[in-house]
């Protein structure tokens, strides 16, 4: 398995480009499913997750592939296939995002359950009755959602809300089935993240009929049929927010390019509350500045426009070295903390209590071998390693490999001592050798 090993320390210099949206990018690929015609996709990030949803739209009759200037094209040339099997599906959650598209459009689908999730339950329900609302039959049954819906139509006034708030995939879901549903949805609660936002564009371009895109109140007129477009996926808001985080962390002056600052209010509003120099520049690129220690701040996830979940853990990596003590609140994922014992092991100084963490800033982070467990908790901890004195190595990178793009490159680009290694090849090699 790969790990990353970096001699901290560096202050980050120069400038990065950020790629497209991944959470963007996932239920669109899936959307292309309800296209009459082929979808030609720019800026859809190579990853893990990427190739994981080309595999299951292969599966699903789609024949699916990436050109040599990183557009991805996609035709349906199998409409009769309706099955995500729970080997690709276990790999990746995101791969419900085809339940959705294949009710709309097949009217039949059979998609595995996806399984248990490290940063806490991730319960499907409110996709399945937004999906009920609207004339589907749902059974679950051997391990996979079946979901019949012969009689699909617009399902009037449904309400997406949960415990903690609008559902994002689940919001992705209902919208791509309710599209070909004939008569009117309209979704209450609505997810309003830009990557929401960006399907629904996406949808429309295709001919969907949807307004009040980007507001929790979806209406949406079911039409006959969708045209395969064009689309240019977001930029990665989550990926520029890390990169930021790295260059605060480490003192740095990075810019970073191809990033939209104002689906990024909320993390830049608690940068610019810790003191990290921002310059938000006319070509639309944003310079970030460390300078010295970070004070202190309260940070609390919400859904968007509040401070996305997906940034928690790198911005405790940050808040480690701060001049003070910081609050940190998890209220979409409760138990999403499992970074914060990989951070002691790095010398950072945190309590936590139920759904909170309180983080008592220490002036350096020294290196230690620390694993990766999730996607963005192995980023904080790349972020933290970038800062701290000595070598961090970080084990079991497939889970970062999932959502970051050439990330190590892209580092080693701003001036960052990151390799790649693979311990077990290394000493096969030298056993052949
Ligand atoms: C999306 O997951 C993202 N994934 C996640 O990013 C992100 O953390 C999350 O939204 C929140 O912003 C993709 O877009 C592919 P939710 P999703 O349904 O849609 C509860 C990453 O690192 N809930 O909005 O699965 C749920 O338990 C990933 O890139 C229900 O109760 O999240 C959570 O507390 C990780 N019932 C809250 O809602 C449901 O049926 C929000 O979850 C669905 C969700």
Avoid at 104 to 112: K, T
Avoid at 117 to 136: F, N, Q
Avoid at 161 to 171: A, C, E, N, R, S
Wanted: glycine share 12%; net charge negative; charged share 20%.
């Amino acid at each position: 398995m790969d790990q990353f090993v970096i001699e901290g320390g560096v202050p980050l210099r120069g400038t990065v480009q950020v790629s497209g949206a991944k959470n963007a990018a996932l239920p669109i690929l899936a959307a292309t499913l309800l296209a009459d015609g082929p979808c030609r996709l720019e800026g859809v990030p190579d990853l893990r997750d990427i190739r994981t949803m080309l595999r299951i739209l292969e599966e699903l009759g789609v024949e699916a592939g990436r050109e040599e200037d990183g557009t991805i094209t996609t035709r349906v040339v199998d409409p009769t296939r309706v099955r995500a099997p729970y080997e690709l599906v276990k790999t990746m959650r995101a791969s419900i995002c085809v339940l959705g598209p294949l009710l709309g459009r097949r009217r039949r689908a059979e998609v595995s359950f996806p399984g248990g999730c490290v940063i806490g339950p991730r319960p499907v329900d409110l996709h399945l009755t937004g999906l009920e609302a609207l004339g589907a039959r749902i059974v679950v049954e051997a391990g996979y959602i079946g979901a019949e819906g012969a009689d699909l139509h617009g399902g009037g006034e449904l309400y997406l809300g949960g415990p903690f708030g609008p559902t994002v995939t689940g919001t992705a879901n209902v919208l791509s089935a309710a599209v070909l549903a004939p008569g009117t949805t309209i979704i209450q609660c609505a997810a309003c993240e830009p990557e929401i936002v960006d399907l629904a564009r996406f949808l429309v371009a295709m001919g969907a009929r949807i307004e009040g895109i980007g507001s929790p109140t979806l209406v949406i007129h079911g039409v006959e049929r969708l045209k395969g477009t064009n689309w240019k996926v977001i930029p990665d808001r989550i990926e520029a927010g890390t990169l930021a985080c790295a260059a605060a962390m480490t003192g740095g002056d990075v810019v970073i390019e191809g990033l939209d600052t104002t689906a990024m209010t909320a993390p830049l509003t608690v940068l610019e509350r810790m003191g990290v120099g921002l310059e938000r520049r006319e070509d639309g690129s944003l310079r970030v500045i460390g300078v010295g220690r970070p004070k202190p701040a309260d940070v609390v996830t919400l859904p968007y426009p509040g401070f996305p979940t997906d940034l928690q853990a790198q911005f405790m990596a940050l808040l480690c070295v701060a001049d003070g003590n910081s609050f940190v609140t998890e209220k979409i994922y409760p138990e999403r903390f499992i970074h914060v014992a990989e951070l002691q092991r790095l010398g950072a100084r945190i309590r936590k209590e139920g759904a909170s963490a309180i983080v008592t800033g220490v002036p350096e982070l020294t290196g230690a071998p620390v694993m990766a467990s999730d996607l963005r908790a192995s980023a904080a901890l790349v972020v933290a390693g970038l800062a701290a004195r000595g070598t961090t190595t970080v084990e079991r990178v497939y889970h970062i490999d999932r959502g970051y793009e050439r990330i190590e490159e892209k580092l080693r680009g701003l001036g960052a001592r990151i390799e790649r290694c693979n311990p077990a090849r290394t000493e096969a090699a030298a056993a052949g050798s």
